[in-house]
């Protein structure tokens, strides 16, 4: 019975020693310790994804957008942001990623009508997770093209309005809306005559309440004014 009671002893003893003991480390041939390995650097998770390339042409007030993604893990979608001071962006529009992809994945948006003479742009681009990282920001400004003025009557307009427009020559002009959004309400092709002209809109009672933006493009100039809508 003694003799059991030693050995028990015995064994808490190098159980205890064992549980104190520093942990094991490998030994390199040249006699050198080997680093230990952190257990999230073994399992670090892929970089989600790289963006190779962001840009903005512009022609006239219409926006084409591009950006190439070098690769993909798990995108959501991009979000457009624009802004007028570079500080504070507002949401334009989401574009639905490829997702997961070791190719370039190459994207385009067509935006029409600038807000103002300057704005910013940027990327937002959101994970299926709800992680998210931006792009660098890009600055847009208006043509140096001189501006002919155009009137609009009445104003604010609760369904259709008139515009008057005068004219150097007889040439063709397309009439173009936009929401606060930068959204295409409609677009319409007229042959201006030399002088004064007057063109009707469409009926547009069913647009929301709100401002709009009117651009009368030619040949060699673009007129722009600001319109409102109020209900009917």
Known sequence: MRFSNTIFTMVLIFAASLAHAAPASATLPSGKTAPEKDLGECGAKPEPLKLQNFSITMKNDRLLLNWL???ENSTNYFELQRSEDGIVFDSVDLVHAKGSSDEPVSY???LYGLQS???YYRLKMVLHNDASQYSQILKVEKGKKKKRSIRVHP?????????SYK????Q???IRLYNEAGQLVFVRHELADEGRNRFSS??????????YNLVLETNNSNAYQKIRKVKK
């Open 155 to 163: 104003v604010p307009f609760k369904d259709k309005f008139n515009i």
């Open 202 to 211: 469409p009926e547009l009672s069913s647009l929301e309440e709100g401002k």
């Open 117 to 119: 003479d300057v704005e």
């Open 108 to 110: 385009k948006y067509y």
């Open 167 to 170: 004219s150097e020559e007889e």
């Open 69 to 71: 993604t070098e690769f």
């Open 172 to 174: 063709n002009i397309e």
